[in-house]
């Protein structure tokens, strides 16, 4: 059973920057690709960014590509999401999840755990 911690949510005006942690702890967090999704109010949760277990591989939502990195520091059984140039649209829950594989994956049904989530809020 692996737990995930996340941290570092916010409140933070339009156009600012946020950095979400995930500290991850119970299984090797090597072993494991990694991903953040969201879930905003009213809406479904929905794929953000993920990375493969090595950290070589990574991959983002198209509306987040260019703004947000996803990082893993391995040593540190750590996930992290650097957010920047972000809009209210940002406004959500940022779930970390882990998945036992080597490759990435934006669909969440291929998750196997997750953390409780933190809150991002982005003011206009």
């Known amino acids: 059973q692996a737990q995930l911690v996340e941290s570092g949510g916010g409140l933070v005006q339009a156009g600012g920057s946020l950095s979400l942690s995930c500290a991850a702890s119970?299984?090797?967090?090597?072993?494991?690709?990694m991903g953040w999704f969201r879930q905003a109010p009213g809406k479904e949760r929905e794929f953000v960014a993920a990375i493969s277990r090595s950290g070589s591989s990574t991959y983002y939502k198209e509306s987040v590509r260019g703004r947000f990195v996803i990082s893993r520091d391995n040593a540190k059984n750590s996930l992290y999401l650097q957010m920047s140039s972000l809009k209210p649209e940002d406004t959500a829950v940022y779930y970390c999840?882990?998945?036992?594989?080597?490759?990435?994956?934006?669909?969440?049904?291929?998750?196997?755990?997750w953390g409780q989530g933190t809150q991002v809020t982005v003011s206009s």
């Open positions: 119970g299984r090797t967090f090597s072993g494991y690709s």
């Open positions: 999840a882990a998945r036992y594989s080597i490759i990435w994956s934006p669909r969440e049904a291929e998750y196997t755990y």
